[in-house]
């Protein structure tokens, strides 16, 4: 019995130390709830995609974010994606959204989506291409920064 009761507290200590690492660093941040997190490397800039209040930046790993939403339509943010000054978010049911000055505005990149195509759950660039990969909508391709997009769904069920 002994034994057991050693146990059980040696495990609640390990518990609430292990625990003890983390820490809240969502000052700004809308409940803390996030879709999607984007680290640019290069200018050591984090962005954080919320489901009720859109995307966020933090310039200090995270201590400080701050809103960045003038524009977008809606607020539930489910991809970020970035290739050199051209930053990417989907906004859920409006499809993707481009920034050419770090958030500060936005504007639609989504021309040719409709439908299942705007419900964007994914976003990449490879080679100046922009790939997105819609909700029961397959992967869309944009070689124009979104101004159109193609469905590549051969071979994909």
């Known amino acids: ?3 057991t009761i050693i146990a059980f507290l040696f495990n609640i200590l390990l518990i609430n130390v292990t625990l003890a690492q983390w820490h809240d660093s969502n000052n700004g941040l809308c409940g803390g709830y996030i879709n999607v997190i984007y680290i640019d490397a290069s200018t050591n800039t984090v962005y954080a995609g919320t489901p009720v209040g859109g995307i966020f930046i933090s310039t200090d790993n995270g201590s400080s974010w701050t809103p960045i939403n003038s524009g977008l339509p809606l607020k539930n943010i489910t991809a970020i994606a ?13 499809g993707p ?21 705007l419900n964007i759950m994914s976003l990449t660039i490879t080679g100046g291409k922009l790939f997105a990969g819609a909700y029961g909508g397959g992967v869309f391709l944009s070689t124009n920064k979104g101004t159109s997009w193609s469905a590549v769904n051969n071979g994909l069920s």
């Open 97 to 117: 959204y481009t920034s050419i000055n770090n958030g500060a505005s936005w504007s639609a990149a989504n021309g040719g989506l409709t439908g299942q195509g």
């Open 1 to 3: 019995m002994k034994r």
């Open 82 to 94: 970035k290739d050199g000054n051209n930053l990417y978010v989907n906004a859920w049911g409006a």
